[in-house]
């Protein structure tokens, strides 16, 4: 009987993951395959934050009990800082993401948020104060000013607009004949993978969320939208407490702290050029991404 439960039980929490407005999730997270397995304590507390402080206290993780994937992780984001988590594929740098916003939970150790472990806070608030910039957006096939508003019902079409603007969006929604109305999506105006992540931004700017999370593209935009995308996220993050999971190590070199994440533990942490100065995995990483940037380059001309 169970089993037959489960799947409606599984379509419930969709359904009430959709409405909370993390649907920007499925791609990240691949909602459907995350198990239901978190549930609150009855009478768990909201999480209250007054200081964005962010810390990884000795977290044991395996999604499987066979297979450990982080062993032993402890680090600390203090309010407002901007970190970046960088490693080979496979490392654990999502699975870091995943645990923060508590899809599932350490077999050992704790988070805490602002002093507050986010095993025993209310799941609704813990992830009202996380805002997630995702690779890849996903839209609705609605309206783009939908879009925009999406998880926030009350948002009026003035604070969409100036969420639109702050993300570098609203240049082009304007010029759209229908502007906020223009329908997007598989039957609408199909918007570029950047103008997707614009999209995205400011979704989480209307949020308004103190700790952010940023999944950055593997797929590439052209470096031109990288760098216009980059400098719009930096303008975003100021003064919310940022976490970045990285690809291209040049996006991350002015981080506030780097954490080099390999086999589920942390090997390195430093700055940019102190991690280069160490000669250690960092260090051949941003030697590869180099040359393969030149040779890229060679190709092009
Ligand atoms: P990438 O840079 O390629 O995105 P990553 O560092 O983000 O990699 P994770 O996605 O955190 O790596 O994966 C870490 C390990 O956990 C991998 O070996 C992966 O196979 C495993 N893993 C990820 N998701 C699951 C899951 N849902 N069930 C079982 N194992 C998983």
Redesign the pocket.
Known sequence: LLQLFRPLDMLGWVYRTIRQGLVDMAQMF?LM??NVEVEDTPGAPALVVNRPTLAFEDVHFG??KDRT?LHGLTFEVPAGQHHALV??????????GRLLFRFYDPQQGRILIDGQDIASVQQESLRAHIGIVPQDSVLFNDTIGYNIGYGREDANEEEIIRAARDAAIWPFIEKLPKGLETEVGERGLKLSGGEKQRVAIARTLLKNPPILLLDEATSALDTRTEQDILTTLHRVSEGRTTIS?A?RLSTIADADLIHV?QDGRICEQGHHAELLRRDGLYAEMWNRQLSEEAELEDAAE
């Not at 490693?87 to 870091?96: E, L």
């Open positions: 691949q395959d995350t999604y499987d994937i490693g080979p594929s496979g490392a654990g740098k999502s699975t870091i999971i690809h994440i």
